[in-house]
């Protein structure tokens, strides 16, 4: 659904779906393993809700752009490390959320210099503790416990960069730039323990 309230404005809400399958945990499998780690993991589904805008402001001099989300990830595939002579392997848990915003911003301060940055803020985390049982549900293992990061998700991103260009007095269209750029990456986790 999108609204524009100028031409230079549009604002939008998205919401959308998608969908993994399901798969083996390995195909020769030792029989500590068998006993605690599922031989399959189950197909996981993202529900994702949107709502963001896009601008072109100052004459066409600035471009800005911000966006929020929402997503719950139900039954979500994760890789859980159980340690020595078990390894690692894809389990189903309960639930994810996943929350966040994004903005960037693109100015022409003057003739040929450009001035952009971008930021990123995610709260990624598991709502339910991973956990594996028996047959008479006793844990025999905890992949993860509620509120652990996800994997692979940093807190922050953020980047900027600065670039000149300018004609050449050779050549008709030739231009020439200098760029600068910098990014920063927050830490992250690169599995559950």
């Given at each position: 659904?999108?609204?524009?309230?100028?031409?230079?404005?549009?604002?939008?809400?998205?919401?959308?779906?998608?969908?993994?399958?399901?798969?083996?945990n390995?195909?020769?499998?030792?029989?500590?393993?068998?006993?605690?780690?599922?031989?399959?993991?189950e197909?996981?589904?993202?529900?994702?809700?949107?709502?963001?805008?896009?601008?072109?402001?100052?004459?066409?001099?600035?471009?800005?752009?911000a966006?929020?989300?929402?997503?719950?990830?139900?039954?979500?595939?994760?890789?859980?490390?159980?340690?020595?002579?078990?390894?690692s392997?894809i389990?189903?848990a309960?639930?994810a959320?996943?929350?966040?915003?994004?903005?960037?911003?693109?100015?022409?301060?003057?003739?040929?210099l450009?001035?952009?940055?971008?930021?990123?803020?995610?709260d990624?985390?598991?709502?339910?503790?991973i956990?594996i049982?028996?047959?008479?549900?006793v844990?025999?293992a905890?992949g993860?416990?509620?509120g652990?990061p996800?994997?692979?998700?940093?807190?922050w991103?953020?980047?900027?960069?600065?670039?000149?260009?300018?004609?050449?007095?050779?050549?008709?269209?030739?231009?020439a730039?200098?760029r600068?750029?910098?990014?920063?990456?927050g830490?992250?986790?690169?599995g559950?323990?």
């Amino acid at each position: 659904v999108t609204y524009e309230p100028t031409d230079d404005i549009l604002t939008y809400f998205t919401y959308s779906e998608g969908v993994r399958i399901g798969g083996p945990n390995g195909t020769s499998r030792t029989p500590l393993q068998q006993a605690i780690v599922p031989g399959t993991f189950e197909g996981d589904k993202l529900l994702n809700y949107e709502a963001g805008i896009k601008s072109t402001l100052l004459d066409g001099r600035m471009i800005a752009n911000a966006t929020a989300f929402m997503m719950d990830w139900e039954d979500y595939q994760i890789q859980a490390d159980f340690g020595a002579g078990i390894g690692s392997a894809i389990l189903n848990a309960e639930s994810a959320s996943i929350n966040g915003f994004e903005a960037q911003l693109a100015y022409l301060a003057a003739e040929g210099l450009e001035l952009s940055g971008a930021i990123t803020y995610i709260d990624a985390q598991n709502d339910e503790d991973i956990e594996i049982t028996d047959e008479n549900d006793v844990v025999l293992a905890i992949g993860s416990v509620a509120g652990d990061p996800l994997p692979s998700v940093p807190e922050w991103k953020f980047s900027a960069g600065v670039q000149y260009t300018t004609p050449l007095n050779f050549g008709e269209g030739l231009e020439a730039y200098s760029r600068f750029d910098y990014a920063y990456t927050g830490e992250s986790v690169n599995g559950t323990s």
